[in-house]
Every structure is written in C-alpha cells, then in structure tokens.
C-alpha cells in the first residue's frame, strides 16, 4: 500500500511539474550564425536551452513572451579590461546592459596572475558576466625581469614560459600581447613566438595588440601572423584600426594583408569598436626608453635637463609623424591628482596653466603629468572611413576595449557603456553599413568559434542559455564623449547561464555569471 501510494503521489507531482524553468513564447530568433531569422519558443532549464521550436503545450515556471521583439544569443565582448571589477560592480552593470553576457579580459599584455586565485575570487564573489581571461605578455615579463628595457635572456625566456604554461593549465583561453606597452614593447619577435607557443599547444589564442597600427602597420601584422602560425594559435589582432592622420584610408592594405594571410590557411581575424577614437594611458605620448626601470628612473629622466629635451625633441617628432597638429586630439579621462583635468584636452588644459598655445608647452604639460602619476586618456585618432571599412571586414568581431564602469567616475570612452548598442542603432538601423543578422554574428558565433566556446554564441539546442531579448528599432546608445556615463537602454532581457539579469530593461540583484576556463581538449 505505501509503495502504490508513493508512485501516486510520484504521478501526481509529475503531472504538474514545469517543463522548463523558462519559456520565452512567440520569438523571433536570430540564431547567431548569420542565417535569417525564425520564429520558435525556446525552453530553458538548469541554465541550457534544451528546446528550440513550437511549444506550445509546454509549460514553465516563468514565460517571458517575446512578442514583437527579437531573441540573440548573448554578446560576447573579445576585448575587454575588467580586472579588479569584482571589487567595485561585481555584476557588471555597463556591460549587461549593453547586451554582452560573456567577457574576455586580460588583453593587451595585461591579466591578472596567478589566473588561479583571481578566478577563486570571482567565483566567491558572485559576478554578472560570464569571464574568460588571456595571459598577458606584459605582466608575465614584469614578474620576471620588471620593467627593463632589454631583450630577455634564455633563463628568463624560460621563466615566462613557465609562467605562461602556469595560466593556460589554470584556465586562460590564450595569450595577449601589448606591444606599445612597457615591457612588452622591449621584447622581440622571437620572444613572443616562444611564449605564443605555449599557449599553442593547449589550443589558445594569440591576441595582439600589435606594434604598430599606422606606419608599420603591415609589418606588424606580419609580426603578429608569424607568431600565431609559428606558435599554432589562431591570431586576434585586436581593435584592428589606423591610427596615423597621414594614412587615414590604409585599411585598404591592412585588411587585404589579413585577407591574403586567411587564403593561406592562417587563422586569423580581428575585431574592433564603432569609434574613430581610442583610449589609453598619456604615456604613450613618450618615447618607450623613457618609461623604462620604474618610477624613480623615470622621475630621474625627466629631471635631467638634456634628457627632457631628448625627450621632447622625439614627442614633437612623432607629432608630425602622427598627422597630429597639436594635442587637442588628446583629451584626459581619467587624472587622479586632479580630476578638472577630465574631459579637457592637452591643448586646452596647458593654456589653462597660463602657458602660450605652443607643441613645446604642450609637450611641458603632458611630462608634469606623466611625472605626477599619468593619466588615461582618449584619442581622436583615427577616420571614419576606415572603421566603416574596417566594419564590413565579414570576419570583424565587436569589442568594447572597455572596463566595467562605476557610474560617474571620470571621464572614460563612451564603447564602456555603448558599444554594442551603437553597432546595432548606428551600422545596422541608421546607417546599414551591417544587416541585423550579420551584425549579430560579429558579437556571438565568429567571437565564440575563435575563443572556443563551445556551447555559447548561438541560440541552440544544448547551448548555455545566455540570451538577450529586444526590439532592434528601440536599441540605442546614450554615451557619448561629453556625457559617457549613460547606460543603454533597449535591451529588454539579458539571461546570463538561464539567470534573469535584467528584466523589462532593469537589473535584477541576481549574479548569473560563470569562470569560464578553456581547457586544452576544447
């Protein structure tokens, strides 16, 4: 009798248990593949789609309708800087809101070590995004030789390599290069081929922040392709621009380089944010050998009358070089020591110092701010030509080259909080430079294929149910250099692993984010 009554009671509860945790109903789905959109409902349980299709006598313990909207699978942002976050907006407020449900930081040269122990921590923290994170040349060559501004020797070439080795077994799903940045930028070729091997042999990425993006540009991408295919790892050249006034149009080269390299059988794409201006740090205003050795070397440098001069004779140089005709293409985000710098440009904060509008006085006030501290800053750099052209490019991914923001603070690059919103209103809605559906495949399966996720960037039976819910008319970017800190508005629902992270436009508390460490088998 209590066996029969049990299998009742057993029938009895499954009779009326959902079928799904989540049930989106009457969706238009862009799978991510660049294929035309359907319509079907989407099941979701345990944080995996595990139905795409008609289901309409299933039931769930939550319908989202989709009705008049279109379903995506979540962004996947390739280049990102979000290290430390966890401490200050452990869910990522910025990026959800623009639709990215998946980051990969560490890029540049620069990640967190040991990945182990960072990723613990975000782990016990509890995070909105789903994080992956390369290794980076240019902390790993700190760790072992500073900031020396010298070719490694073969023991230290060593020590990076097992430094590097150390991060892939933790996790990292490739290795970065920043090769403007100190140290990284006093390494050679063959140095970043060893350590691109490493990450090789565990299936990584080599992702580059090349040496050059505007007179040897085609060179460093040889540099970067040498490294990739030598290495054997598929190569991201990252935020792939011209940044030279002079050579504005030079895309042209630059992509038919790439272009030649992929007919070659090399693996080899790039991604990009919808800006003509970049963002970093003032000192590479400066010739490198004057960053070298640390702080009190530098101070010493510019100490010393001659070498301030030297120092000064090649910024005016690289000026001219750069198409430049003064700093006003230079605009501070960020300055600590005294934050009504933020939002001013060199030119106009030197006049401000009472000084006559001249390239020397220019050069006088970016040495005293490098010698109080740096400051980061955004470029106007870059012609519209080239990033439409560089758009089209069909194996260009979208990236924000942006952190996680705390609302209000600086003056940082608007693509922190619209990128993706931008890309969708501006190339796709207003301007078609993109269609919707091939838009889409730059921020979900060509990032996802190339980093190896493999159950992420397509709306797709068995895939990690990271999926956004909008209307592509209503989608707009609200940052801009003069107000950055505006969230975008547009994005309905952002699920994060099946976790509703906003809802009717509005963050949820919740913290859907995963870890998500590549293994060599991937």
Not at 133 to 161: C, D, F, Y
Request: a neutral charge; aromatic letters at 8%.
């Amino acid at each position: 009798m209590m066996r029969a009554a049990l299998l009742v009671l057993a029938a009895v509860f499954a009779a009326h248990a959902a079928d799904f945790d989540t049930l989106i109903r009457n969706a238009r789905i862009i799978d991510g593949t660049g294929n035309p959109w359907f319509r079907a409902d989407i099941g979701i349980r345990s944080g995996k789609i595990t139905a795409v299709g008609d289901l309409s006598g299933k039931n769930a313990d939550r319908v989202i309708d989709a009705v008049g909207r279109v379903v995506t699978p979540g962004f996947i942002d390739v280049h990102t800087h979000i290290e430390g976050f966890q401490a200050r907006v452990p869910r990522g407020d910025n990026y959800l809101l623009d639709g990215v449900t998946t980051a990969v930081t560490g890029n540049c040269g620069g990640s967190a070590l040991p990945l182990a122990t960072w990723f613990e921590t975000l782990e016990k923290t509890g995070i909105g995004l789903n994080v992956a994170s390369l290794a980076g040349h240019n902390s790993v060559r700190s760790q072992v030789m500073g900031t020396a501004n010298r070719l490694a020797t073969p023991e230290e070439i060593a020590k990076m390599e097992a430094l590097v080795d150390q991060a892939m077994r933790d996790g990292a799903v490739g290795f970065s290069t920043g090769l403007i940045y100190i140290p990284g930028t006093y390494s050679n070729s063959d140095e970043v081929v060893a350590l691109a091997k490493v990450a090789g042999r565990y299936n990584g990425v080599y992702a580059s922040h090349m040496r050059d993006e505007g007179e040897k540009v085609l060179d460093a991408i040889n540099e970067a392709v040498r490294a990739g295919r030598e290495g054997g790892a598929r190569v991201q050249l990252s935020h792939f621009k011209i940044d030279n006034r002079n050579l504005w149009g030079a895309s042209t080269k630059s992509l038919a380089l790439v272009e030649k390299y992929r007919q070659e059988g090399v693996d080899v794409v790039v991604d990009q944010y919808p800006y003509n201006r970049s963002s970093t740090n003032l000192g590479i205003t400066l010739p490198s050998w004057a960053l070298a050795d640390g702080r009190d070397a530098v101070r010493e440098r510019l100490n010393s009358p001659e070498t301030r001069k030297r120092i000064a004779d090649e910024m005016t140089a690289k000026l001219k070089e750069l198409g430049q005709p003064d700093y006003s293409y230079a605009t501070v985000a960020t300055f600590r020591p005294d934050p009504s710098y933020e939002g001013k440009t060199i030119s106009e904060i030197n006049v401000l110092k009472g000084r006559d509008k001249t390239i020397a006085n220019e050069i006088e006030t970016i040495l005293e701010i490098t010698a109080a501290g740096g400051a980061q800053m955004v470029y106007h750099s870059m012609g519209d030509e080239d990033v439409d052209r560089i758009m089209r490019y069909p194996n260009t991914a979208i990236a924000s080259d942006g952190g996680v923001r705390e609302f209000g603070q600086g003056m940082p690059h608007p693509r922190s909080y619209g990128t993706n919103a931008r890309v969708l209103a501006e190339y796709v809605r207003n301007r078609k430079v993109l269609t919707l559906e091939d838009a889409i495949r730059r921020m979900t399966s060509l990032p996802a294929r190339t980093f190896a996720f493999r159950d992420r960037g397509q709306v797709r039976e068995g895939f990690a149910a990271d999926l956004l819910i909008f209307d592509p008319a209503k989608v707009e970017d609200k940052a801009t250099f003069q107000q950055p800190h505006a969230y975008t508005e547009g994005f309905d629902w952002v699920l994060v692993n099946g976790v509703v992270m906003v809802e009717d436009g509005k963050l949820t508390e919740a913290h859907g984010g995963q870890v998500l460490r590549h293994r060599k088998t991937e």
